[in-house]
């Protein structure tokens, strides 16, 4: 192949480095104002008031908004109040919003509104939500609007939604086991920190057009959610996207917009721009979801398992929006990887008084992956097992059932047992899992497997436009916004691929705005190389179909007897005797002016086929297209004396499909890894018992850093998605499934303990070892 | 509310500007001049997304003032033209958002320019000053290695 496999150049790769690269708060202009929140200090408590005096005294004060007369928003239950109304359920959340003709003044107004609370009992952590005769987080849980019919909330408790797998026999599955574990596992909310703060601006014309600009992984969700939150006419909000700088997952949820457009309304349409200060971004916009769960797993003589029961308590925090989701994804592929005939699994997702969760990285599946593996190593040891050889008999397989009882096929999951082979291999399990250097440090070694589907909405869109320019080249819109995962220089290299011509002659628009650009869906789920992809390929036979058609009166050829390559449409067994796209592209002009044709401009679209929901009491359904596997492996360097450690070498083989583009795929892998060692070593927001948020800065709340990098080994398995552009599987967030559970396996071989907590700080490994109750 | 006027040198240019005593370089950069390649990432010193060079040295503009500037040669982003620090960055894919990329960029060029003979420990210290959440640090370690080793191979 000519151009997908190698490593060609992000399309915007020179804007990077240059700083003009735009995002979304570098656009700045005379007659814009500020907006600044005012959020609450507390986590649950009654709003007893709220003073703006002083603030709408200042000089350059446009609008102070307070909550009350907005409806609720909310993607899956409407349970939440764009500004807090009577009470405040998070610390960090919007209690008051100001305008002003500049950010300093607006923050000095912010600054003087004085709000005085009355504290609540404080719902700290899911499992505490899930006890009977909990505090409420919403007392009035049944009165909301919500689109989810399938899994809905129950009124008089605080589970948003509850989730149920049953697949097989579960006592038979029991009898037939003679070594069974239980674990219980535990995450705590932690954040994106994408190193660009979320930002929106919003303008509203006379006409009553909206224009909203936004770093968004869903400015199509934006547009869609602002008309019906709001009533506005579809057609009259336009959402732009330029480059977004990072998201992780934490983009894809719609709360910027709905105050900033708040906030145009409030001062006449004037422009208004919402820029989050890292703590605001921390506290206030949605988080990473928190995640207790217990995992049950038996298994017969040979090691085969034969049960499983799993509950997960997901703390989707205090307003449900993108969590319910997220619980839905967790139980679809609640097993990890592994093939198991009889599954019990309850999903909760739980209000909690704690910030709101939005997608992370991997949908769910990192954090269950943590609660599987580290149940896998236990059951393992029980029935004296090797870690490795246990997964590679139990690895799920063409053939096998996946917990909603998809049948797998070789098209539709990867091949695990060779991604196991070479983790094996790599790093060097024959050697030991634990060798001992001395008194106080001993090398050791974990290993864990993952896999996911992308269970996104069964009619989620994804189309392509292209058009040509008169020199022949050819401008490729899709609504995918550039988030940083290279994805539309690959649909630039597919593009390349099928007409056999030269990428640097395809512009790709980095931009997106929903009125100019066709819709793809959100950029999550790693599904944008898959769906947009699948429609480039579709709007490159659209152009094909019409150069060929203009290009036959031209070359006064039958059509079959003409191909395309280099920018050329040429005789098949001629190649030398053909016109170029330039003279074609924008019509053809024969000797005497005659012209025919006129601009050729193609378009595809996809959307995703078969998917379904799940079924309510059992759960059977299609959730996703295809299930990509990854086994990963960690080796630590651990100090035993005061339960440091440093990560020496971190694996992950994943069954990619087919590479498109090497460099930008490793890249994606490694990054995902390193987020991946980054929140299981270390990130957590520390509550204190009043549930606020101890660490909200990037100091005390600290991502890994250059010199903690460990050394990076990924690999590629090729296992061809057959309906898949070229056979390419979605890969952006696989490296990161498995890193957490590996990480803890690793150190739970290390400290001679098993590790059930994240994040593995010194401390808790300390805790753990002595015995110390937290 | 005080105001100054204040001539700085930047990118080899003289820009006049007039700011408040509390403003900081990088909001007049982004805010007053237009060089938005600096970027607020937490404005606290934390992230490194905001750093430039003053006086041949990486600083977080976001740490100082800007009427500390006077006087004082300051390089953005945008003074940077096709050196060998942005064409390593690019071929080896350092950078993915490209939030954090200016920043890095210019710590590591002023790395290369003041410490030529770096080595893995003293690339540590300095580039441990930035984040980046998207890369693995691996490709972003390449692209610098690359430049000191060519740099070496000159001198
Ligand atoms: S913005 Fe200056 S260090 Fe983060
Ligand atoms: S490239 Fe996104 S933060 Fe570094």
Known sequence: ?774 | MKVHQLELRINNEKRMVVVRSADTLLAVLRRNLGLTGAKPGCLNGDCGACTINVDRLPMKSCLMLAIECEGKEITTIEGMHNTPMQQAFVEHFAFQCGYCTSGFIMNAHSLIHNRPNADNQMMKEWLDSNICRCTGYEEIERAVKDVLRKNSQIQ
């Not at chain 1, 040979?302 to 029961?309: C, D, F, T, V």
Request: aromatic share 6%; glycine share 8%; net charge neutral.
């Open chain 1, 1 to 774: 192949m000519r151009t997908v496999g190698s490593s060609v150049v992000r399309k915007e790769a020179w804007q990077k480095v240059t700083g003009t690269a735009k995002y979304t708060d570098d656009y700045a202009f005379a007659g814009l104002l500020h907006a600044k929140m005012v959020v609450s200090t507390m986590a649950h408590a009654i709003i007893t008031s709220i003073d703006t005096t002083e603030a709408e005294k200042i000089p350059g004060v446009r609008a102070v908004l307070l909550g009350g007369s907005y409806p609720l928003v909310g993607e899956a239950i409407r349970d939440r109040p764009p500004i807090a109304v009577g009470k405040v359920r998070y610390h960090g959340e919007p209690v008051a919003l100001v305008v002003a003709d500049s950010p300093v003044l607006a923050k000095k107004a912010a600054n003087s509104i004085q709000v005085l609370y009355e504290p609540l009992p404080v719902v700290n952590s899911a499992t505490q939500a899930f006890e009977a005769g909990a505090t409420l987080v919403h007392e009035k849980l049944g009165e909301y609007k919500r689109d989810n019919e399938i899994h809905p909330p129950i009124p008089g408790t605080n589970i948003a939604s509850h989730v149920k797998i049953r697949k097989g026999d579960m006592e038979k599955g029991w009898q037939e086991c003679d070594s069974v574990v239980e674990a219980s596992v535990s995450l705590s909310i932690s954040d994106h920190a994408a190193m660009e703060t979320r930002c929106s601006i919003a303008e509203i014309g006379p006409d009553g057009k909206i224009k909203i600009t936004t770093s968004s992984q869903a400015p199509f969700m934006v547009k869609r959610l602002i008309s019906q939150y709001f009533g506005e006419d579809m057609g009259k909000i336009v959402v732009e996207t330029p480059l977004v700088g990072g998201a992780f997952g934490g983009k894809a949820a719609v709360q910027l917009e709905i105050l900033v457009y708040l906030a145009s309304k409030a001062v006449g349409g004037r422009p208004v721009k919402l820029r989050n200060e890292r703590e605001e971004d921390i506290l206030t916009s949605p988080c990473h979801i928190g995640l207790d769960a217990t995992v049950k797993l038996g298994s017969d003589r040979h090691g085969k398992i034969k049960a499983a029961n799993i509950r997960f308590l997901w703390d989707g925090g205090a307003y449900s929006d993108k969590a319910v989701d997220l619980t839905r994804a967790g139980a679809a592929d609640c097993t990890g990887p592994y093939a198991i005939d009889n599954v019990w699994c309850d999903s909760y997702c739980m209000y909690t008084n704690h910030p709101y969760a939005s997608p992370f990285r991997g949908f769910s599946h990192s954090e269950l992956s943590f609660a599987i593996e580290r149940t896998m190593d236990l059951l393992a040891e029980k029935v004296g097992m090797d870690p490795l050889t246990f997964r590679k008999i139990n690895a799920i397989m063409p053939g096998n059932t996946t917990p909603t009882r998809v049948l797998l096929n070789n098209s539709n999951v990867g091949n695990l047992p060779k991604c196991i082979e070479r983790v094996h291999e790599l790093i060097q399990w024959d050697e030991g899992e634990m060798i001992a250097l001395d008194e106080r440090f001993v090398r050791a070694k974990g290993i864990s497997c993952s896999w996911k589907t992308s269970t996104i909405d069964p009619d989620a869109p994804s189309g392509v436009i292209l058009t040509f320019n008169p020199d022949g080249t050819i401008n490729l819109m899709s609504g995918v916004i550039e988030i940083g995962t290279g994805t539309k220089t690959v649909l630039a290299q597919l593009l390349a691929e099928r007409l056999n011509m030269d990428v640097n002659n395809i512009y790709v628009k980095m931009d997106v705005d929903t009125q100019t650009t066709p819709e793809h869906w959100k950029t999550v789920a790693s599904r944008g190389t898959f769906m947009a992809g699948k429609a480039v390929l579709q709007a490159a036979e659209d152009v094909i179909r019409q150069l060929k058609a203009i290009a036959s009166c031209v070359l006064r050829a039958p059509i079959e007897d003409l191909d395309v390559a280099d920018s050329r449409v040429f005789f098949r067994d001629d190649p030398g005797n053909g016109v170029h796209f330039k003279e074609i592209a924008y019509g053809y002009q024969y000797p005497n002016g005659n012209s025919i044709g006129g601009q050729i401009i193609g378009h595809g679209h996809y959307i995703l086929r078969g998917l379904t929901h799940m079924n309510p009491e059992t759960g059977e359904g299609r959730p996703g297209p295809e299930w990509t596997v990854t086994a990963h492996g960690i080796e630590v360097l651990f100090d035993r004396r005061d339960c440091t450690y440093k990560v020496l070498k971190a694996i992950t083989v994943v069954d990619i499909g087919k590479v498109l583009n090497d460099k930008a795929a490793r890249g994606q892998v490694m990054g995902a890894m390193s987020l991946g060692l980054s929140f299981a070593g270390r990130e957590t927001f520390v509550f204190d018992s009043l549930g606020r948020v101890r660490n909200p800065q990037l100091r005390t709340y600290r991502p890994l850093h250059y010199s903690e990098a460990p050394e990076y080994m990924v690999e590629f398995v090729e296992t061809p998605q057959i309906d898949a552009p070229y056979g390419a599987r979605g890969v952006g967030e696989h490296g990161l499934l498995g890193i957490p559970a590996a990480l803890a396996n690793a150190l739970s071989t290390a400290a001679g303990v098993s590790l059930q907590k994240l994040p593995l700080v010194p401390e808790m490994i300390w805790k753990a070892k002595e015995h110390v109750r937290p």
